[in-house]
């Protein structure tokens, strides 16, 4: 009997505690939650703390009160001068009406699709409307913000508020890229070879230049030369012709010694001359046989 009452009231006790867990909930921080009785809303708890609800009866469902962020998949668009490019955007959204959500979407999966699709057609109406080039000037935050305006409308009745919207990427496709890049490489080369001729073409005015003054300085110095030379000569033949004026036979003398010395310089000449020749004479008559000497 002791044995029976002791089961009773342990299964009593096990029902109260499964009873009083069932009838309340924990909702953190970064949490709300929302209270349904038969899938139907009852209530929205969005600070956190112990709460309360009926058990068995009642389930909760939580989401996320904190920024989220979103990759949109990337997509193409045509822009207005119809160049194709590849735009990847991300979204930066907040959930803050859980019931709204609730009713509109019920999970984040299902309004990562919605967001997806939403977002890839604002891109291609707003920037459809642009040329490419603007995407890359300092008019592509004004771009961002009229795109996250557009979003946030439709968007706004998921109970959600985007916060954020930026262009991660805006790319030329693939096959484009190649084409742009092997543009920009040819006239890169182009204009290497254009660089090319011209510096050969200058090159080839500087040397002819040089040249020009080089057969010039020349012509200037050998003409200054024949110039000093013949000056030089006729300073020469005047200088010379004066000392033979003065003494004659000084000069002799003095032309004879320079005569002795070209033939008889390296002392293995031999020479073979009659006695009594011009060439010897002052050998037998000093200073020529002049008196006064």
Do not use: C
């Given at each position: 009997m002791n044995r029976t009452i002791l089961t009773v009231t342990g299964v009593i006790l096990a029902g109260l505690v499964l009873l009083g867990l069932s009838s309340v909930f924990t909702v953190y921080e970064g949490q709300q939650a929302l209270v349904l009785q038969f899938g139907r809303p009852v209530k929205v708890e969005t600070t956190a703390g112990l709460k309360f609800k009926l058990p068995f009866l009642q389930n909760v469902v939580y989401?996320?009160?904190?920024?989220?962020?979103?990759?949109?998949?990337?997509?193409?668009?045509?822009?207005?001068?119809?160049?194709?490019?590849?735009?990847?955007a991300f979204v930066r959204y907040r959930i803050i009406d859980?019931?709204?959500?609730?009713?509109?979407?019920?999970?984040?999966?299902?309004?990562?699709?919605?967001?997806?699709?939403?977002?890839?057609?604002?891109?291609?109406?707003?920037?459809?409307?642009?040329?490419?080039?603007?995407?890359l000037t300092d008019r592509r935050g004004e771009l961002m913000q009229t795109?996250?305006?557009?979003?946030?409308?439709?968007?706004a009745p998921f109970g959600i508020n985007v916060v954020d919207l930026r262009i991660r990427r805006a790319d030329l496709p693939t096959e484009n890229s190649q084409a742009i890049f092997a543009r920009m490489?040819?006239?890169?080369?182009?204009?290497?070879?254009?660089?090319?001729?011209?510096?050969?073409e200058e090159a080839q005015r500087i040397r002819s230049e040089a040249e020009r003054d080089r057969t010039i300085l020349l012509a200037e110095a050998q003409k200054k030369?024949?110039?000093?030379?013949?000056?030089g000569d006729g300073d020469s033949v005047r200088i010379l012709a004066d000392a033979v004026n003065r003494d004659p036979e000084f000069f002799n003398f003095y032309r004879s010694l320079q005569a002795y010395r070209v033939v008889l310089g390296d002392g293995n000449a031999t020479v073979v001359l009659s006695p009594d020749s011009e060439f010897l004479r002052y050998f037998?008559?000093?200073?020529?046989?002049r008196a006064d000497r």
């Open positions: 989401y996320d009160r904190r920024l989220l962020d979103f990759d949109a998949e990337a997509s193409e668009v045509i822009a207005l001068d119809q160049k194709r490019m590849i735009v990847d859980p019931l709204e959500f609730y009713k509109t979407v019920g999970t984040e999966a299902i309004v990562r699709q919605r967001l997806g699709a939403i977002v890839n057609s604002n891109l291609r109406n707003v920037l459809g409307g642009v040329v490419f080039s603007t995407v795109i996250r305006g557009l979003v946030q409308r439709e968007s490489q040819s006239e890169r080369e182009r204009e290497a070879r254009q660089h090319r001729a011209e510096g050969a030369a024949q110039i000093l030379r013949g000056e037998r008559e000093p200073w020529g046989g």
